[in-house]
């Protein structure tokens, strides 16, 4: 088995890519080696023409269990100004990786299963979509170790669940089950632990499969649309629509739409 931190493959017959937070015996809790590895497959991934759809799954039982809090109980030992270099250049660079995913005109679908804490919960949040196995379970957990949450995780909760629901969740911590992520707005479906591979697949090639601009441009627009007012918005729907309809892809939807066949889309 590969021993990196993080694993990436790219499927371009099919045109997914997943990557692969791979430290399952530490409940792939983020450490040095994991953020720089994610900040390789994330640009690999957001650079790619080939890749039409991105998975972020974890290796073995859990998707991740937040920060490596033994590597940061090690970093008691040093100098502050040297703990704060090194957790400074920990999460500027994971924030970019973030940013990455958010900003990248293509779908990003979190498989989820067992432990989704801290960053991880931060991270699942700030992909597009997310599925979840049975028994996943969920929780902030900053609180726990005396810090404030990062990777977005106070961008994301407030807007997905409102101030209160977003306060409770950080301020106290709780575990709570995959039916009240899902009730909560957190994840889009919840499967049979079994059948999550099966159900990731199935969901990344219908994304890979789709008109990746158009995806990409929606993507776009749902995401800004939370910091512009209805006019600018409208402009912005309106050149993405014009954009978009210069597209082979577009051609091919209304050819087939005409023809009454199944649209093959190729990405452009």
Avoid at 123 to 147: E, P, W
Avoid at 199 to 209: C, F, G, I
């Amino acid at each position: 088995m590969d021993d990196s931190a993080v694993l990436l493959n790219v499927d371009e017959a099919s045109g997914i890519a997943t990557i692969t937070l791979n430290r399952p015996q530490a409940l792939n809790a983020l450490n040095q080696a994991m953020v720089a590895g994610f900040d390789e497959a994330t640009s690999q991934v957001a650079s790619n023409s080939a890749v039409r759809a991105v998975v972020i799954e974890g290796a073995g039982p859990h998707f991740m269990a937040g920060g490596d809090i033994k590597y940061f109980h090690l970093t008691l030992n040093d100098p502050e100004y040297r703990r704060r270099e090194i957790l400074e250049g920990m999460i500027g660079k994971v924030h970019e990786s973030v940013i990455r995913i958010r900003s990248m005109e293509k779908p990003v679908l979190a498989s989820v299963r067992g432990a989704v804490a801290g960053f991880g919960l931060s991270l699942m949040n700030a992909c597009d979509l997310a599925i979840a196995a049975s028994d996943s379970y969920f929780t902030l957990a900053y609180c726990h170790i005396g810090t404030s949450p990062d990777g977005g995780g106070t961008y994301g909760l407030p807007r997905l669940l409102g101030l209160k629901q977003a306060m409770e969740i950080a301020l106290l911590g709780d575990r709570f089950d995959a039916e009240t992520a899902f009730r909560f707005g957190l994840i889009n479906r919840i499967v049979p632990v079994d059948d999550l591979a099966m159900a990731t697949n199935d969901l990344a090639k219908r994304l890979a499969q789709g008109p990746t601009q158009a995806l990409g441009r929606t993507k776009r627009l749902l995401n800004e649309s939370l910091n512009r007012n209805l006019n600018e918005q409208l402009n912005a729907e309106q050149e993405s629509f014009v954009d978009c309809a210069m597209s082979r892809d577009f051609a091919e939807g209304v050819s087939a739409f005409v023809e009454k066949r199944k649209p093959v889309f190729k990405g452009n």
